[in-house]
């Protein structure tokens, strides 16, 4: 059985950096033809992808939050990290990891996220 | 980046009624696109993946459709555990985007 699971600090103040943990069970994040995505959403509101890695480590982040996201992962722990520097109240959301599968198309790599986490809410309060 | 907008924002329908959602790409995404599922206070769910594949598990009265900019998912005769709000997602480029939502629910 495929799990993942996000945790982290609950409250964190204006500026601080936000660091979460995905730790992973039931698959290796050394599977060429798997890896891992952060997600997060605001409360009432729309999901926003974050970044993703693969096992070969290559990595993609969010194009309005490259300059403050940082992911990495240790494969022999099973697990993803996720760094977000200087923390707004607007960064309020509930972050979610979720596996990515990798297949192919007409001969170009195409991915799908599945199954998620159960998300971990993360307030942004002085 | 790749811009997804979904419609409507919010329908609601029938128990039995054909459903159907809208996204579309700002540009073309061929057919990397994914629609999920979520319901109140719970993780999203993956119903389709390469735009038209069923997630394994998934109930048959769920489809996808569409390549190039414009994607639809169906739900044929809505059910009442189908109240939640449906995402798409575009994997074409290297920073993924999602729609806005569409919420869906029972009249």
């Known amino acids: 059985q495929v799990t993942l699971k996000e945790s982290g600090p609950v409250l964190v103040k204006p500026t601080e950096t936000l660091t979460l943990t995905c730790t992973v069970s039931?698959?290796?994040?050394?599977?060429?033809?798997?890896?891992v995505s952060w997600i997060r959403q605001p409360p009432g509101k729309a999901l926003e992808w974050l970044a993703h890695?693969?096992?070969?480590?290559?990595?993609s982040y969010s194009t309005s939050l490259k300059s403050r996201l940082t992911i990495s992962k240790d494969n022999s722990k099973n697990q993803v990290v996720l760094s977000m520097t200087n923390m707004d109240p607007t960064d309020t959301a509930t972050y979610y990891c979720a596996r990515i599968l990798v297949g192919a198309v007409t001969g170009r790599f195409t991915y799908w996220l599945d199954p998620w986490g159960q998300g971990t809410l993360v307030t942004v309060s002085s | 980046d790749i811009h997804m907008t979904q419609s409507p924002s919010s329908l609601a329908a029938s128990v039995g009624d054909r459903v159907t959602v809208t996204c579309r790409a700002s540009?073309?995404?061929?057919?990397?696109l994914n629609w999920y599922q979520q319901k109140p206070g719970k993780a999203p769910k993956l119903l389709i993946y390469v735009a038209s594949s069923l997630q394994s598990g998934v109930p048959s009265r769920f489809s996808g459709s569409g390549s190039g900019t414009a994607f639809t998912l169906t739900i044929s005769n809505l059910q009442p555990e189908d109240s939640a709000t449906y995402y798409c997602?575009?994997?074409?480029?290297?920073?993924?985007?999602f729609g806005q939502g569409t919420k869906v629910e029972i009249k």
């Open positions: 039931g698959f290796s994040l050394s599977n060429a033809r798997m890896g």
């Open positions: 540009q073309s995404i061929y057919t990397y």
């Open positions: 997602l575009q994997t074409y480029s290297s920073t993924w985007t």
């Open positions: 890695i693969f096992s070969n480590d290559e990595k």
